[in-house]
């Protein structure tokens, strides 16, 4: 994979606050890249900084090696987004709409407008009026728009918000499938963690302003694992477990234990209670959800 989009120290700067704090990082061709954190903690901002709608106070960044401070025009003819909520003319049908984006674009032929709305799932509607459309409707033309000039770069500040579960799975599908079958590198904003763990490869968390850390989404929720003993007598446990491994992280739920190790330890574990008598009824793995190892690091953040 190659590196499509770079940011590199970028910092800015409102009114003496620093909004954003040196922020680097990269998102590669053919992958969703999801930017994770809390409501005010800078991920708009971010946003419009890549697309050039505010400056940066410092640092660059580069799309397709290109920089948007130095190279704007050049730069940023790589991008398609919707930052916020896509704004449409109401009182035009959707294929009206985008034949008026295409005339600021040059080489988009009507053909191409209908292959993309085509992609997007709205040629039985693209003809009606958009005042008749309803919000996932509206999200879908502006997906539509935004790929009409095939850009190498997509991105999407909070694409899923209002929408219904359905709506949510539609423009989810279509992110995946944006990046598998055109090589293209997807940037989507939210802090929605249950959709970014279904429809990122990799996120970067942003707190304060902060980058906090970028990995894995498969690596991210699975550093350690949280296993459910049903067993008995559950205190007695807990102190042959603290014996073995004082580092080993007990809660008590109904009929037995909640304990986060990584898997390699569970022979061990299960060898101790058995040897110390305790009844053992079953064990299951429970996933470690994202929204478990957010709060996880952005604690640790916030305690250093």
């Not at 960044?61 to 916020?84: L, T, W």
Request: hydrophobic share 40%.
């Amino acid at each position: 994979m190659s590196s499509v989009v770079e940011l590199k120290n970028v910092s800015k700067v409102i009114k003496g606050r620093k909004i954003i704090d040196s922020l680097s990082f990269q998102v590669e061709a053919g992958e969703v890249f999801g930017f994770l954190g809390p409501n005010g903690a800078g991920k708009t901002t971010t946003i419009r900084m890549i697309v050039g709608l505010i400056n940066m106070s410092d640092g660059d960044i580069y799309i397709c090696n290109e920089s948007v401070r130095d190279q704007f025009e050049k730069a940023i003819k790589h991008v398609g987004a919707i930052v916020e909520n896509p704004e449409m003319y109401k009182f035009l049908s959707g294929y009206e709409n985008l034949i008026h984006y295409a005339r600021m674009m040059k080489g988009i032929s009507k053909e191409k407008i209908m292959e993309t709305v085509e992609l997007v799932g709205l040629t039985d509607r693209i003809h009606d009026k958009v005042r008749t459309y309803s919000l996932g409707m509206r999200q879908r033309l502006g997906l539509a728009q935004s790929l009409l000039h095939d850009p190498k770069v997509l991105i999407l500040d909070e694409p899923t918000n209002g929408l219904d579960p359905a709506g949510i799975r539609e423009i989810r599908d279509h992110l995946r499938m944006l990046a598998r079958e055109r090589n293209m590198a997807v940037i989507v904003s939210s802090h929605l963690l249950s959709e970014m763990e279904m429809m990122c490869d990799r996120i970067g968390i942003i707190q304060d302003g902060r980058l906090v850390d970028v990995q894995l989404v498969k690596d991210f929720v699975a550093v350690e694992q949280v296993f459910e003993i049903e067993l008995n007598p559950i205190d007695e446990a807990i102190n042959h477990l603290q014996e073995i491994s004082p580092d080993v992280l007990c809660i008590k739920r109904g009929q037995g234990l909640l304990i986060t190790v990584t898997k390699e330890k569970i022979p061990e574990i299960i060898k101790t209670l058995v040897i110390h008598n305790i009844d053992i009824f079953g064990i299951r793995e429970v996933s470690k959800t994202l929204e478990d190892r957010f709060l996880e690091l952005t604690n640790q953040k916030e305690g250093e």
